[in-house]
């Protein structure tokens, strides 16, 4: 069969042994890596349909897969005033009051990537940001996506006066008298107000989630790990699939949260396995805690303002028995934890899963933000995959511990921040990703972070916990090998081998020489997603 596609004069890199096969080029049909070789050997693969690329030398790895992201509510939660770049209260009240100048009168004004520790030492509240916001309905997402800031205007919309209880870890705040301050903690008090919001159109959500998608194959990725289902997701991508606009390879965990009852996990167990030629639904995601930063995570000592004392689950013994079912029906599943006590009791209800049924199901726990010694070992001990986001570090806390997650934590579990290096040296297979749109989804950003551990908006900064990071190999393998292995496809993907998917990644440069701190800049030339370019640069 003539090759789809044929790429000459390349360097191969294979990620396994980190260094560069043999071969210069290689043709593919059918979605699949055919053939190896020199570039003679492989143009005689091509016919007058072929895909002819000469890639002048460029440098070929496996696609690149981003171990946990977020499509549809990122494209939903990056629409609207970018605030990521605000360091200081003055400067997000000045975006604010720009972004107000613009709105129609009795418009909402959406913003996201709101950083907490612009707060300094004042508490997060809607107040701190008065007179901007007086009058106006504003919903400000802070970075987790764990919590949000709404105005007295949008609360009163909503008709939130006072607290609410939830059935799950989840607080409209308020003072000491019973009046919300705006901070709202975890989806169920956010959607309270969320509601009140005009809504975009179907077509305006789709054509967002299109957009960003395309940004990421133009970013060298050619899948991920998308950690929900929720609302029209599925939907979206078989209408996108179907059309042959899907440019990523999705594998996607649709969600179990607190109170789901029998028939909903039957119902997440029939799902298993639906999809379409690029997505498909594989796995389920649970939360065992929320955030640091916002005070609900479930930490082994309460944080330094006593907060940060439960998890998710209000029985834990629940989210156990509902791992030992999923188990036991071959359901890998993908938990949110980030404190010490949440990763614990996820990895203590795995190991009882296991010793109840010993099967090979692959289980991972997501964030791993603070973790004793003794957790370490049990992650290879269990099959345990730790699914890390480097770029979280990075980005949002400080080497002299200043920032708002450190202070919560105090010295020690500080000093214990995202363990890369060893969970690595402990055996554990790291899985690398970005949670978009927590952090930015550029691949190479996030193997740059996980090598440098310093704060992308100026890297002259010193790094948090320097030992911590993970080499160049490891960090490539992170978001190649070690994905493939995450999702259970290691004999079809992660590498360049013949009958592996044709999902690839070509750089101006090899990565694994490209320092650190200019690897976000390296080129990405050609994305290559079932053996076909979804993203081009001009020079090929």
Request: aromatic share 4%; with cysteine.
């Amino acid at each position: 069969m003539p090759a789809a596609l044929v790429l000459l004069s390349a360097r191969l890199l294979d990620p396994a042994t980190g260094t560069f096969l043999p071969q210069t080029a290689l043709a593919a049909a059918d979605g699949k890596i055919t053939a190896l070789g020199d570039d003679r050997e492989i143009r005689a693969h091509a016919d007058t349909a072929t895909t002819v690329i000469d890639l002048k030398g460029a440098v070929v790895t496996p696609g690149l897969t981003d171990g946990h992201l977020h499509p549809v509510s990122g494209a939903e939660l990056t629409h609207g005033l970018d605030l990521s770049g605000c360091t200081d209260l003055d400067g997000v009240r000045a975006a604010l009051a720009r972004e107000v100048a613009a709105l129609a009168p009795g418009a909402w004004l959406h913003g996201w990537g709101l950083d907490p520790n612009v707060f300094g030492d004042r508490p997060i509240e809607a107040a701190a940001l008065a007179p901007v916001l007086d009058g106006v309905p504003a919903l400000l997402q802070l970075f987790d996506a764990h919590s949000m800031l709404a105005s007295p205007r949008a609360l009163e919309l909503a008709g939130v006066d006072g607290p609410r209880t939830f059935d799950q870890a989840a607080e409209v705040v308020c003072d000491d008298a019973g009046r919300p301050t705006g901070l709202l903690l975890e989806d169920a008090a956010c959607e309270l107000v969320e509601r009140a919001a005009p809504q975009p159109t179907r077509e305006e959500r789709r054509a967002r989630l299109a957009a960003a998608l395309r940004a990421m194959a133009a970013a060298g990725l050619t899948g991920g790990h998308a950690m929900d289902a929720n609302g029209d997701s599925l939907a979206f991508y078989d209408e996108l699939d179907a059309a042959g606009d899907l440019p990523l390879r999705l594998r996607v965990a649709p969600w179990c949260q607190p109170g789901t009852d029998a028939d909903g996990v039957r119902a997440l167990i029939a799902q298993q396995g639906t999809g379409g030629r690029l997505w498909r639904t594989a796995g389920v995601k649970l939360f065992m805690d929320g955030t640091i930063d916002n005070g609900t995570a479930w930490l082994e000592r309460p944080d330094c303002h006593g907060e940060s004392t439960h998890a998710f689950w209000p029985d834990p013994a629940a989210y156990t028995r509902v791992i030992g079912q999923l188990h036991a029906a071959g359901v890998p599943t993908a938990t949110h934890a980030i404190g010490d006590a949440a990763v614990r009791h996820a990895l203590d209800a795995v190991e009882q899963a296991r010793r109840t049924d010993p099967n090979g199901v692959r289980h991972r726990i997501e964030h791993i933000e603070t973790v004793p010694d003794d957790t370490l070992r049990r992650f290879a001990e269990l099959g345990v995959l730790a699914s890390m986001q480097p770029t979280h570090c990075c980005d949002f806390t400080r080497a002299d511990h200043t920032d708002n997650w450190s202070r919560r934590l105090g010295e020690e579990r500080a000093g214990r921040a995202w363990r890369c290096r060893d969970l690595t040296d402990a055996g554990a297979t790291v899985v690398l990703g970005s949670d978009w749109p927590i952090a930015p989804y550029p691949p190479l950003g996030v193997m740059a972070g996980a090598r440098h551990r310093r704060p992308s908006r100026d890297l002259a900064q010193p790094p948090h916990g320097p030992e911590q990071a993970l080499t160049a190999l490891e960090a490539l393998r992170g978001m190649t090998v070690h994905a493939a292995h995450a999702a259970g496809e290691e004999d079809r993907a992660g590498r360049i081998v013949p009958g592996h998917r044709a999902d690839l990644t070509v750089l101006a440069d090899d990565p694994l020489t490209t320092p650190a701190t200019d690897l976000p800049r390296l080129p990405v030339l050609l994305t290559v997603l079932d053996g076909r370019p979804t993203h081009r640069d001009r020079s090929l």
